[in-house]
Structure formats: structure tokens, C-alpha cells
């Protein structure tokens, strides 16, 4: 496919081969330096512990071409020091926060041709990847590790966009165990998401909402979304162990406050539903879906929202307002953006 082919404002967000992604090794105690390949492929070690024992952690993050031409990365700092605590959470080892960025630049300057351009809706895709590349066959960690980042073009994580979306709300899987992993961004905890968000996309949902795993009283998150919800003045999102601090969670949180919302930070009941005005999922594929509908699967009882089809105005306020600071439209009070050159 040449360039002039790639359909911008049509891409599905999944993965698309672009010019090259970055690595890096760490052996003997210490990170290597930056390489560069063109090879979509990893010489793996057959024992290694990622293979086999989940050391394994990821991000996500976007890149966006602004109409002054400019490309700016959103709260970089914030994915690196969240793959940190994942590597320390499953006992890998931390990249350090340069390297996570040199890593980053290069990769996005390396494929800036796959940059969808300024008003398609579409942005470049980083997915950094760190994982156990060490050989272990008795339960432990690696002494050998690799940091990955590679890119792609996407569109919307829904097919929806930004329109309302399905929900079912489960009981009998849980996403993450009470003192598990659920707060860091490991593998493991999607691998749980992956049987029960099948059965919902069959069943016809776009998600599964999650509950707590203690006490079945309170709403989790998405498999791969925070969830908030808005009544009256008010901005909530559940907090727990099991759930990932999202950071596009973090800046609606901010935003909300900006625009003159309370923000709850606290464990939300799923009787709550029932008087939220408005509820979506946030994160940094989405940035905000609005859920128009959640079903619990178990009861049958249903949740209505946007019963005229259309997102809420908090959450389509929130949504611009977040959009415009990625595309550098809307000005950056907090410095959230790093622009690449």
C-alpha cells in the first residue's frame, strides 16, 4: 500500500506495518544502547520468562500532527513512569526515563511519513514493550530484558467513535485479584479480560464492565478503559488496587476541575448508575467513549444514558477539551505535550 492509498479518516485501530521500531537490551546489569530495526519479528530464547512466567508489561500512547504541522506526544513522562512501577510490580528491570524517551522520539521521527495528518480523527499509535527475554525454567525472574517501541496509524478504538457504546456488566469474571496486578499494566491482567470481552462482542457489546473482585458491589473498570461517571456537578471514577491508573483518566480528572466540576476519587456502587446523568470509559485508545446502554448480564436490569444517541455535554466538553490540548488547538496550561521535531 503506497501512502496515497492509506485511507486516513477510515483506519480500524489495529495494527499496521510501518519503516521501523526501536530496541533496546538490558544484560549484565545494564541498558545497551538504542538499536534500530526494520524486522517486524523477535529472536526469542524458548525458555524465556515472558513466554512462560508473564513478565510482560506495555503502553499505549499517541502521537498527533497539529494544523501548525507540529507532532506532539501526550504526558510521555507519565507512560514511562508507569512502565516503571510495572517492571518493578512483576520485578523487571526499570528503563530509565531518558532512554524510555530517546527510545520514543526516534521511533516517531523514524515513520513520520505514518502520521495521519491534522483532521482526520486519526493519530500514530506507541506501543512500548518491555519483556523478560532472559532464559528461566525454575519460577523466577529474567536477568535479561527488552524494550520495544513500535508504531502504527489508527482510528478509533470503537468503531462507534465518539458515539455511545453497549455495555454489559459481568459477575462471573474478574479482571484482577484483590492484592494482584491489576494497578499496573502487565499482560496478565488483559489475558483475564479476553474470554469474557468475546462473549460480550458476541452478545453484541463493544466492552465489558468489570466488578470489584471482593465484594461484587462496585463498579471496577473496563477490560481496556477507566470508567467516570457525571451527576449534576459532580465527576466520579472508581479508585481501587485492581484497577490501572489511566493518565487520560488523570487529565479528564484536571479538566473537570478546570471547568468547574467536584471531582470524586472514591469506590461507586453499581446502584449508582442509576443516577448518573452521564457515564463513559476513558483511556488513552479511546480517549472518551460514552456509554449510552450497560446491561448486567446476570440480572438483565438496564442502564440507560444519551437517550437522544448523542454523548453527553460534560463529556463532549471533556472530549474537545482534551482533544484540542493533544492537537496543540486548545492551549497546554500544564505542559502535558512534548512536541517532536
Known amino acids: 500500500m503506497t501512502m496515497e492509498q492509506i485511507?486516513?479518516?477510515?483506519?480500524?485501530?489495529?495494527?499496521?506495518?510501518?519503516?521501523?521500531?526501536?530496541?533496546?537490551?538490558?544484560?549484565?546489569?545494564?541498558?545497551?544502547?538504542?538499536?534500530?530495526?526494520s524486522s517486524e519479528y523477535i529472536n526469542i530464547h524458548i525458555a524465556a520468562t515472558c513466554l512462560h512466567y508473564g513478565q510482560e508489561a506495555f503502553e499505549g500512547m499517541k502521537a498527533f500532527m497539529g494544523k501548525d504541522?507540529?507532532?506532539?506526544v501526550f504526558r510521555w513522562e507519565e507512560n514511562a513512569r508507569r512502565m516503571q512501577r510495572s517492571a518493578d510490580g512483576i520485578e523487571m528491570a526499570q528503563p530509565p526515563l531518558e532512554l524510555f524517551r530517546e527510545?520514543?522520539?526516534?521511533?516517531?521521527?523514524?515513520?513520520?511519513?505514518?502520521?495521519p495528518p491534522y483532521g482526520t480523527g486519526a493519530a500514530l499509535y506507541l506501543r512500548p514493550l518491555l519483556i523478560g527475554t532472559g532464559a528461566q525454567v525454575g519460577v523466577k525472574p529474567a536477568k535479561e530484558y527488552m524494550l520495544m517501541i513500535f508504531v502504527g496509524p489508527v482510528g478509533p478504538y470503537f468503531k462507534e467513535g465518539f458515539n455511545p457504546v453497549k455495555v454489559q456488566?459481568?459477575?462471573?469474571?474478574?479482571?484482577?485479584?484483590?492484592?494482584?496486578?491489576?494497578?499496573i499494566k502487565v499482560g496478565g491482567n488483559y489475558a483475564a479480560s479476553l474470554k469474557p470481552g468475546e462473549r460480550a462482542h458476541k452478545e453484541g457489546y463493544s466492552s465489558v464492565l468489570f466488578l470489584d473482585?471482593?465484594?461484587k458491589k462496585y463498579i471496577d473498570e473496563a477490560g481496556p478503559a477507566n470508567f467516570f461517571g457525571i451527576k449534576g456537578n459532580v465527576y466520579a471514577t472508581p479508585d481501587s488496587h485492581t484497577i490501572l491508573p489511566s493518565i487520560t483518566n488523570m487529565s479528564l480528572r484536571q479538566l473537570a476541575q478546570d471547568i468547574g466540576l467536584k471531582v470524586e476519587l472514591r469506590q461507586v456502587a453499581v446502584e449508582e448508575l442509576e443516577g448518573f446523568d452521564e457515564v463513559g470509559a476513558c483511556g488513552t485508545a479511546a480517549v472518551i467513549s460514552p456509554i449510552g446502554e450497560i446491561i448486567d448480564r446476570q440480572s438483565g436490569k438496564r442502564y440507560l444514558f444519551c437517550k437522544d444517541g448523542k454523548a453527553g455535554p460534560i463529556s463532549t466538553k471533556l472530549y474537545n477539551l482534551l482533544r484540542g490540548i493533544q492537537?496543540?488547538?486548545?492551549?497546554?496550561?500544564y505542559g502535558w505535550t512534548m512536541t517532536v521535531e
Open 69 to 72: 504541522g507540529k507532532v506532539r
Open 103 to 115: 527510545a520514543l522520539i526516534k521511533a516517531i521521527r523514524l515513520n513520520r511519513r505514518f502520521i
Open 213 to 215: 473482585a471482593k465484594e
Open 7 to 37: 485511507k486516513w479518516g477510515e483506519l480500524p485501530f489495529g495494527y499496521f506495518k510501518t519503516d521501523y521500531n526501536v530496541r533496546c537490551y538490558y544484560r549484565d546489569g545494564k541498558w545497551g544502547e538504542l538499536e534500530i530495526s
Open 169 to 183: 456488566l459481568v459477575h462471573d469474571f474478574d479482571r484482577a485479584a484483590p492484592l494482584g496486578t491489576g494497578h
Open 327 to 333: 492537537n496543540g488547538d486548545e492551549p497546554d496550561p
